[in-house]
């Protein structure tokens, strides 16, 4: 699939499960700038998640989006990503990858301690809602 076949899936898998609203020259720009942090899910030929990540600088990278389809969570999918996200990550040497996560979402926030990832920090109204985030770090 190109990604101008796969926008529109990408775009509404993340309307389903991600609270912020992003435009589908968001995605193309990401896909363009960083096609090695662009990771897309695939179960039978289907799109079913998405992880968008960015290098910042030789010591770090960051997590920017990460979706999985609502009937295909609780499967690993995100796993699977975030893994081959940090995968890539230490490829290039790099031993740091930071996010931002919703102060309320706390299966995000428990998933994303699962893999080893802290909570370094938190910021006030960091949404478009003025909701706050925390920024969570997995060193290695």
């Known amino acids: 699939l190109s990604l101008h076949d796969a926008l529109p899936i990408l775009i509404k898998i993340a309307s389903q499960t991600l609270t912020e609203k992003y435009s589908p020259g968001l ?8 096609p ?27 997590i ?4 999985v389809s609502p009937q295909h ?6 796993t699977k990503l975030l ?3 940090i995968k890539r990550t230490q490829k290039e040497e790099i031993n740091t990858i930071e ?6 979402n706390h299966k995000a926030i428990q998933f994303y301690e699962k893999h080893g990832f802290r909570k ?21």
């Not at 662009?38 to 290098?55: A, D, M, P, R």
């Not at 969570?73 to 995100?78: D, E, F, H, N, P």
Request: net charge positive.
């Open 27 to 34: 995605f193309a720009y990401f896909y363009e700038t960083n």
């Open 36 to 62: 090695d942090g662009f990771i897309v899910g695939n179960l039978n030929h289907k799109i079913i998640g998405f992880l968008i990540g960015i290098k910042i600088n030789d010591q770090k990278t960051k």
């Open 64 to 67: 920017l989006m990460i979706s």
């Open 73 to 78: 969570q609780k499967q690993k999918i995100g």
């Open 83 to 85: 893994e081959e996200f």
């Open 99 to 104: 996010l931002e996560v919703r102060i309320d």
């Open 120 to 140: 370094i920090i938190k910021i006030k109204e960091f949404y478009q809602d003025n909701k706050d985030a925390y920024t969570m770090q997995l060193r290695f």
